[in-house]
């Protein structure tokens, strides 16, 4: 499998290799369906994990689980070995991660929105550039008044915060509107309603969870199971995205070492650009091109070259070419982007013969001395060594039991974070105007009782005094003068207590 540093591929009228210290120059797998294009993958990540390479793959189909299993050579392996003259051909097994978004079928995976942040949302979410603007608007506030953006529920909270401040916040910030805030909302609950609350969230994966090397110096291969997962084809791509940005973001700078610190598989790669805005696929091309001096490796596994646009297929050195078929003028138009993209080779022509290529077969072509290509050559690909296939639920799950990060994600956790915050300042506000509502109804009732005291008082219904009340008013402006003598004195601090 390894030879002076190389990944045995197959033999065409020679052995074809793939240089380690080339491997993270990154790679192109394509083909038809039912070409081979996932024993191809297999192979690849089997020769990466013997090198002490770890390696994360997409597995769409569960096919490649079979990797954590013994190989129980089949017959068209073993002739398959013989018609290569691969005789050092021998079952083997591999380490293996299962990992799932979901949490069912291998450990859960999280990230929190914080991490994946408004452009790579505002995709997943398919927001025009209004409603992206306000996105933006949205993690700027969050950034300045210190809210922590971990799940929906912080995104939902802070959202109708917005809503409620909008004069405040449009003054500041720029134009927020009602109706942009309610489209964003509604994007949410369909995401929600495909799972991606169990994607949100912490414990957030750690980026060295998927570079573990075994005792035995062998890269773990992280398998994502993505059966599921394809349902949301937008969640798949901006999530593989991410992780791709993120690897970018936390690894330190390498150049060019002798083997990759990490290889990534992105199968299913023509979801990532479906309708993807000139944005982000610059952003996109940034990533790939920049992401080789971080020692990773990023491999595209598509159907057609026509998949990847030109920007990044140039930064694309390894390629693995399947069968493709040329029934219509797009499928021909393939042909001819993938026979383009190779060096020649004298022997053939490459656009001919891809498509008359047999199931696992292929037209390879890697980068050799200097990084040059080499010529292209009709090429059938070696045979795995491990299992070829799925592996069974209960091989999965115990697996999954002795994984060395067991334990880790398995139970999400729900720290103080926006929600909680703009809740209490919700709940804080609401006491505040209730207080304030008492106060005044106080106020208000103590003004109509003054009324109501001065409404009951005896209404005089003549200005002449009868005798007795002449009286009773003289009696009464005698004690008043008496107490306001006594009181003025006792104030200025007269001895004389009365006259």
């Known amino acids: ?73 089949k017959p068209w392996q073993t002739q398959r070995a013989q018609d290569i003259g691969f005789t050092e051909f021998a079952d083997a097994q591999f380490p293996v991660i299962f ?84 489209a964003i909302q509604r994007a949410l609950l369909v995401l929600e309603q495909q799972g991606a609350e169990n994607f949100f969230g912490e414990r957030a994966l750690d980026i060295n969870d998927l570079m573990r090397i075994d005792r035995d110096g062998r890269g773990f291969i992280s398998i994502l199971a993505a059966d599921e997962l394809m349902r949301a084809p937008r969640l798949y791509a901006t999530f593989l995205l991410w992780m791709l940005s993120e690897l970018f973001e936390e690894l330190p700078e390498v150049g060019d070492p002798d083997r990759p610190k990490m290889v990534f598989f992105f199968d299913e790669a023509h979801l990532l650009f479906d309708d993807a805005p000139k944005a982000l696929i610059d952003k996109v091309e940034q990533v790939v091109r920049l992401v080789r001096s971080k020692g990773v490796g990023v491999y595209f596994v598509t159907q057609n070259p026509v998949d990847i646009p030109e920007s990044v297929l140039a930064q694309l050195g390894n390629r693995i070419q399947h069968a493709l078929r040329a029934y219509t003028p797009r499928e021909q138009k393939a042909v001819r982007v993938a026979a383009e993209t190779f060096r020649p080779n004298p022997a053939f022509s490459t656009e001919d013969v891809i498509t008359q290529l047999g199931i696992g077969e292929a037209l390879v072509s890697v980068l050799e001395a200097k990084g040059v290509p080499s010529m292209v050559g009709r090429t059938l690909i ?118």
Do not use: C
């Open 99 to 182: 990992w799932d978004l979901f949490g069912r079928q291998g450990h859960p995976i999280r990230a929190t929105i914080s991490e994946m942040g408004a452009l790579l949302l505002s995709r997943m979410l398919e927001l025009n550039d209004t409603q992206e603007g306000v996105l933006n608007i949205a993690f700027k506030v969050a950034d300045d008044e210190g809210l922590l953006l971990l799940d929906l529920k912080d995104l939902r909270a802070l959202l109708v915060d917005l809503q409620n401040r909008a004069k405040e916040i449009s003054a500041t910030y720029g134009n927020v509107t009602t109706a942009s805030i309610g």
């Open 1 to 73: 499998m390894l030879v002076d540093d190389k990944i045995f591929l197959g033999t065409s009228t020679q052995p074809e290799n793939l240089v380690l210290k080339y491997g993270n120059r990154h790679g192109l797998i394509t083909g038809a369906t039912g070409t081979g294009k996932t024993v191809t993958l297999q192979v690849l990540a089997e020769g990466f994990s013997a090198a002490g390479v770890p390696v994360f793959a997409a597995d769409i189909k569960g096919d490649l689980s079979g990797v954590a299993n013994m190989g129980q050579a």
């Open 382 to 499: 070696r045979p795995p060594s491990a299992q070829v296939g799925p592996i069974l639920p209960e091989e999965r799950r115990s697996y999954i039991a002795n994984s060395p990060v067991a334990g880790v994600y398995d139970t999400a956790v729900d720290r103080d974070s926006a929600f909680e915050v703009l809740a209490r300042r919700a709940r804080d506000k609401q006491l505040a105007e209730e207080r304030q509502q008492r106060e005044e109804e106080d106020a208000k009732a103590e003004r109509a009782a003054e009324r109501r005291y001065q409404d009951d008082r005896p209404v005089r219904r003549s200005t002449r005094q009868t005798p007795a009340e002449a009286a009773m008013n003289s009696l009464a402006r005698t004690v008043a003068n008496r107490l306001g003598s006594a009181l003025v004195r006792g104030i200025l601090g007269s001895l004389k207590r009365g006259r």
